[in-house]
């Protein structure tokens, strides 16, 4: 352990953090400091680092990682699933709730992480998967045997209708029926995923009181909190009545399955159990945080998910990444957020997942103007920016033949979607084997192709004093150095057509999503994107100014 610390450079004057223990009920106000002042980051833990040299990413590769973060400033990680899974949807099926994957190594090395990442400054987040399991986890195995039995009633079992269809009309968010028949039962199963997910039955009290015991298990050993995968869905109606129709002025997402998840979704019994797992953190002196997967694109429906306060810290804003590039539109969408989320509220922002195709690719047509951009308007903004990995490198998405498709959606389940392993291939660290993904010599080729990244990872963009990871870095530095930055309120002003301008306190923003000079506005520049020739901004490009006097 003390050779990965010594590896942690740039971490100088981070406080390390302390061992949590839990604190005595009653509520104390939590920390700012690195949810709502900081900057968070998802790795995908199979394509961060592959340290064992077998083709996966795993702990240790990401342990001996950490000064990248670290170098980057940020102050917390989400890690994609790291519980055993039978991996039919790639950690998303989870075999065991207590454990890490073969894969990516042991609880030991999932200890160590936590006290390297710690030392380093860093919060680590795990994603916590309550509304599937995978059907090889022994509870399905047991549930699926008998009516009977002791888990008969963790999942959602239903008999079929009198001429043996499924229970009510409920699709798949992967396409098809939303049931699958277990002949031992005579029954049904609920799978909102592939039928190797089978949902499990939120109105069942030992199914709550398990992951009231999950939870803690974590908490316990020191993760600073979750994200919580499908937190919209996890409680269904309980008389699992049918859906109605898509109609045509619903969204793309809603059209493409035919129905509307009234049903399915964002019942409001969900709010019960986000205010149990809440009251579970506030417990902790350490205080854990809950970051929702809240999958609404009604942003007063994402308020709800914040409660009283006493639900979500966060939840997710996906009309934001889903909106197109465009001055207009972004602007209606961060209006929207700050006019809809309660003022004590703290919205996060993020430009890519691993459900998406990067923001390089979707917004930017790879066009390094355009992402620098991008990058500056997410530091802007009023909340928690969460970087995915290689966005700080401004990669875009690779191309995965078909043959080297891993993703169960790459199979076309959904006509309309495309698999996800364009956006989740290996992370560039440099101009070695498989792009330093692997040991020293390489290891065995990636799960995923590397694509082409020459000139574009992490060694190479440290060598450029101008490229967007240094731009990346500056913006994250700019941020943590100013208050206005991160606590000011955020307010438009007017601006000609395609451009955006911020104002942030004494700080304004001009972003310029045009192919034009624009003017860059008046006051002292404190950081641009791209040079600033008198008082203009070139096309595709943004800066920060102060204004005078402040
Ligand atoms: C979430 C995850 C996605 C996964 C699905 C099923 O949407 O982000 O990757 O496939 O849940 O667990």
Redesign the pocket.
């Known amino acids: 352990m003390a050779s990965t610390r010594t590896r942690l450079r740039g971490t100088r004057g981070r406080a390390p953090l302390r061992a949590p223990h839990r604190r005595p009920a009653g509520r104390r106000p939590h920390d700012r400091s690195w949810w709502q002042d900081g900057i968070l980051y998802q790795v995908y833990p199979r394509s961060f680092a592959d340290a064992d040299g077998d083709g996966h990413g795993d702990l240790r590769g990401l342990r001996a990682r950490l000064g990248h973060l670290a170098r980057l400033g940020v102050s917390g990680l989400w890690l994609n699933p790291t519980c055993p899974s039978a991996d039919a949807?790639?950690g998303?099926d989870v075999t065991g709730y207590c454990d890490v994957h073969p894969d990516f190594g042991t609880l030991e090395d999932m200890d160590a992480l936590l006290a390297d990442a710690h030392a380093a400054g860093i919060r680590v987040l795990l994603d916590l998967?309550p509304?599937?399991t995978s059907d090889r986890h022994p509870w399905f195995q047991e549930s699926r045997a008998s009516r009977d039995n002791p888990k008969a009633d963790w999942y959602v079992w239903a008999d079929p209708r009198p001429d043996g269809a499924p229970p009510n009309n409920w699709v798949s968010?992967f396409g098809g029926p939303a049931w699958e028949f277990e002949p031992r039962r005579g029954q049904y199963y609920l799978r909102n995923?592939t039928r190797n997910?089978p949902d499990l039955n939120w109105w069942c009290e030992d199914v709550r009181d398990e992951f009231d015991r999950i939870l803690r298990f974590w908490l316990d050993r020191g993760v600073d909190g979750f994200r919580i995968?499908?937190c919209q869905a996890i409680v269904k109606d309980r008389g699992l009545r049918d859906n109605p129709p898509a109609t045509p002025e619903d969204r793309a997402n809603v059209r493409l399955r035919g129905q509307r998840p009234a049903y399915s979704m964002n019942r409001p019994e969900v709010h019960d159990v986000l205010r149990r797992w809440r009251a579970i953190c506030d417990g902790y002196a350490h205080r854990p945080i809950l970051l929702g997967?809240t999958?609404t694109h009604d942003l007063a429906g994402l308020a709800r998910y914040y409660g009283a306060g006493d639900e979500l810290h966060m939840a997710f804003n996906f009309p934001f990444m889903g909106t197109p590039f465009e001055a207009g539109a972004l602007r209606e969408i961060v209006e929207r957020t700050e006019a809809g989320l309660p003022a004590d509220a703290q919205p996060v922002w993020t430009m890519s997942?691993?459900?998406a195709p990067r923001f390089v690719s979707r917004w930017c047509d790879d066009d390094p103007r355009k992402v620098r951009v991008a990058l500056m308007l997410l530091m802007a903004l009023r909340g928690t920016p969460l970087l995915y990995y290689g966005d700080e490198l401004g990669l875009p998405d690779v191309a995965v033949p078909a043959a080297a498709a891993r993703d169960p959606l790459a199979a076309g389940t959904l006509p309309g979607k495309d698999g996800?392993d364009p956006c989740r291939t290996p992370m560039p660290w440099d101009a070695s084997a498989h792009y330093g993904f692997g040991p020293a010599g390489g290891g065995a080729a990636p799960w995923l192709p590397t694509g082409p990244r020459a000139g574009r990872t992490v060694a190479d963009q440290e060598a450029d004093p101008d490229s967007t990871l240094q731009l990346t870095r500056r913006l994250i530095a700019l941020r943590a150095a100013e208050p206005d930055l991160r606590r000011a309120p955020l307010r438009f002003a007017g601006a000609p057509p395609g451009v955006l301008v911020i104002e942030r306190g004494a700080l304004r923003v001009t972003l310029n999503l045009t192919d034009r000079a624009q003017p860059r506005g008046a006051g002292k520049l404190v950081l641009a994107t791209a040079p600033v020739i008198g008082g203009a901004i070139p096309a595709w490009s943004g800066a920060i100014t102060r204004r005078s006097g402040a």
């Open positions: 949807d790639w998303y998967v509304n599937h968010m995923f997910q995968d499908v997967e999958n997942n691993h459900d996800r």
